[in-house]
């Protein structure tokens, strides 16, 4: 856990002074650093058909009962934090297997990159930090495909973990806005409406678009 440990330190010595980064922010950064700071500096948040799919469906995961599964005790819709590492946030579902504590994300939409797997790797230090007990696999759900995939918290998925909960944190002191790479991700997100990275993520049409507004005339003024 030298990573885990050089990750708290970096962030401060007094846990005090930690700037908490929320476990959510970590799928939004890993996808676009720019989505992130919308949500988690800017406050933005566009409700649409996706986000509020994706609200219903971990309202229904949470308020399911805790009966256990096949067996296994379970916990739905637990809050996490490490004060080590100065995070928080919720887990969807736990399953307390004989191997040691085991999360489940869930989400409404296909799996797509390793976004959700960092997510839910911080979830996992959470409990290790909460419970005392190793946390080796957890697992992402998606309701499009009906499919559970499992995740193992390695060593190298910990360290980009924590990468990515510093970069975050370091965004979050900092109240800054990244540039839109305006690329393919663009298509996807819920925030192109406001984001509108074909007009910041192109410097030549924004100056154009900023030279209209700051320089058109002023009515009844076209002598000039
Ligand atoms: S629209 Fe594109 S650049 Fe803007 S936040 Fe979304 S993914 Fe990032």
Redesign the pocket.
């Known amino acids: 856990m030298d990573d885990e440990s050089d990750a708290a330190e970096r962030a401060g010595d007094d846990v005090d002074d930690i700037v908490e980064v929320p476990i959510s922010a970590i799928e939004h950064y890993s996808?676009?650093?720019?989505?992130?700071?919308?949500i988690h500096v800017e406050q933005t948040f566009d409700e649409n058909l996706f986000t509020l799919r994706g609200r219903l469906a971990h309202e229904r995961v949470h308020s399911g009962d805790d009966q256990p599964s096949r067996g296994v005790r379970v916990a739905r819709g637990i809050p996490v934090w490490s004060d080590r590492l100065g995070l928080r946030g919720k887990v969807d579902l736990v399953e307390f297997r004989p191997d040691g504590p085991y999360p489940v994300e869930y989400k409404i939409g296909p799996r797509r990159g390793v976004h959700a797997d960092l997510q839910l790797c911080a979830q996992a230090l959470c409990l290790e930090e909460m419970l005392g007990e190793e946390v080796p696999r957890g697992a992402v759900f998606s309701f499009e495909t009906r499919r559970r995939h499992e995740v193992v918290f390695d060593d190298g998925l910990r360290a980009r973990t924590l990468e990515v909960v510093e970069a975050i944190r370091g965004l979050l002191r900092e109240q800054r806005l990244p540039?839109?790479?305006?690329?393919s991700?663009?298509?996807?997100?819920?925030?192109?409406n406001?984001?509108?990275?074909g007009v910041?993520?192109e410097p030549a049409r924004l100056r154009g678009l900023q030279g209209a507004l700051f320089h058109a005339r002023e009515p009844g003024r076209d002598d000039e």
């Open positions: 996808y676009c650093p720019r989505q992130c700071a919308l540039p839109a790479p305006n690329d991700r663009c298509r996807h997100c819920s925030l192109i406001t984001c509108l990275p910041v993520g």
